[in-house]
Structures are given as structure tokens and as C-alpha cells.
């Protein structure tokens, strides 16, 4: 049996017959949307046509209510752009709650990679960059020294660099910002700088939280290569 849905574009309805779908089981790593399927580079194949189809137009299906569809209008809107960018700017921050726990935390180690690749690429070999990294500090008592997601050093002068990358809004973003005030003046006492890299819909929810952060940091930038552009050259002239 062939599937179909019809697509009200317009004053015009299209066909749009579907390649793979429906299968069973469909979930974000049959989608390879998931951490590990973000890593690796894919051709586009049937399935993402059929989803990429439906999340354009599945609103305008006489099923949508029913099938919790609506919200996947976003083709309506092409050609009207300052409806558009409304509308990207208001669901960036509408975030599935399937996106969490061990898979939150993919991609967070798929953001940190994606730096350490960049400010690898961007630094001459005299800065030592160190992924998950300590710098020992006076005032910190705990075993190896404070933690940070990235540690970049030339000679005897480090930089402490935090990724916070959330897709949802969790503990995690209260816990770094109530560390920042402290964590940014024993950096300074030592002689070292904190960085943060913030990203994601969880921190926007959390506007305080990042604000604090934000005020407690020696360079912030988000989460995009202009951004690690500002990150590096701050780095070049910090040590």
C-alpha cells in the first residue's frame, strides 16, 4: 500500500507520496539524530525526505490535531520572512522531552569535540590543548585540581574553558552558575582565566542562571564558528 499525504501550500494542494514511511519503531536513532548519529556525516536518504516533508507540512493534514501535528507549519511560512524568523525564534526554545539524560549528554561531548577540533585547527603547537582536563589551584582542596571540559595552556599560563550545551533545562545550569563566582576568583588569585561556551535551549530558559555565568566570566561565546572565531583570538592574546 502506497502512502500519501496532501499538502495545502498556497492556494495549491500537492502530493507528497511517502518513500519509507510508516516503519515501526521510529526514534532518534533510526533518525541518526541521536549523540552518536550527529557525529557521522550521512547522505540524505527516504526516511529524512519523509520527516523533513512531514515537519514542513504536517499542520496543513486533516489529521493533525488528532496525529499532534500542528505545531509542524513551518513550510506554510516560507516565502513570509519576518513570520519566519518569529517563528524560529520561538521554537528554538520548544524542546522535546525525549532529548535527555544519556542523550543530553552526547551532545555535549559532541560540542566539546567539535572545539577542541576547532581551537586545534586555530592554534599554532605551542598551546597544549587537554579535553576534560585539571588545573591545580590554591584554595581548591579537591583531589587533582579544579575540573574543566577543556584545559588550553602555553607555557606556564592555563585557561579553564566550560561547555554548557543544554537542550533542556536541568540542575546542571544552576549548579555552574552557583560555581561561577567562586570558581572565577580562585582562577584570577592563581593567575589563571575561566571561559564558557553556552549554548542551547535549556540554558535561554534559565535567563538568570546564565547571566550569572555570564557575569562571572573572562570570555563568553556561543555556540557557533564565528563565536569560536572570538574564543580563539582571546585565548591568543590571554597566553
Avoid at 140 to 166: H, N, S, W
Avoid at 198 to 220: E, K, L, M, V
Wanted: glycine share 8%; aromatic share 8%; with cysteine.
Amino acid at each position: 500500500m502506497i502512502a500519501i499525504f496532501l499538502i495545502l501550500y498556497g492556494e495549491q494542494t500537492y502530493r507528497y507520496e511517502f518513500k519509507a514511511l510508516p516503519i515501526k519503531g521510529l526514534d532518534n536513532e533510526k533518525l541518526c539524530i541521536d549523540g552518536k548519529g550527529l557525529i557521522i556525516e550521512k547522505e540524505l536518504d527516504n526516511l529524512t525526505c519523509d520527516m523533513i516533508a512531514l515537519l514542513l507540512f504536517a499542520s496543513t493534514s486533516d489529521y493533525a490535531e488528532h496525529a499532534g501535528l500542528s505545531v509542524c507549519e513551518i513550510g506554510t511560512l516560507l516565502g513570509n520572512e519576518d513570520d519566519l524568523m518569529k517563528y524560529v525564534r520561538q521554537r528554538y526554545i520548544t524542546v522535546s522531552r525525549i532529548t535527555g539524560g544519556a542523550t543530553a549528554n552526547s551532545l555535549g561531548q559532541l560540542a566539546q569535540s567539535e572545539i577542541v577540533t576547532f581551537l586545534a585547527n586555530s592554534l599554532s603547537s605551542e598551546y597544549k590543548i587537554t579535553r576534560n582536563g585539571y588545573i591545580a589551584i590554591d584554595g581548591y582542596d579537591k583531589k587533582g585540581g579544579m575540573p574543566f571540559d577543556l584545559v588550553v595552556e602555553k607555557g606556564k599560563k592555563k585557561i579553564g574553558i566550560e561547555v554548557t550545551f543544554q537542550v533542556t533545562t536541568n540542575s546542571t545550569i544552576e549548579r555552574k552558575a552557583g560555581q561561577a563566582a567562586d570558581r572565577q576568583t580562585l582562577m584570577h588569585k592563581n593567575g589563571y582565566q575561566i571561559a564558557y561556551v553556552i549554548d542551547g535551549a535549556g540554558n535561554f530558559q534559565r535567563s538568570s542562571a546564565i547571566s550569572t555565568i555570564c557575569n562571572h566570566s573572562d570570555c563568553t561565546v556561543a555556540y557557533t564558528v564565528a563565536e569560536f572565531d572570538i574564543l580563539s583570538e582571546w585565548i591568543k592574546t590571554v597566553l
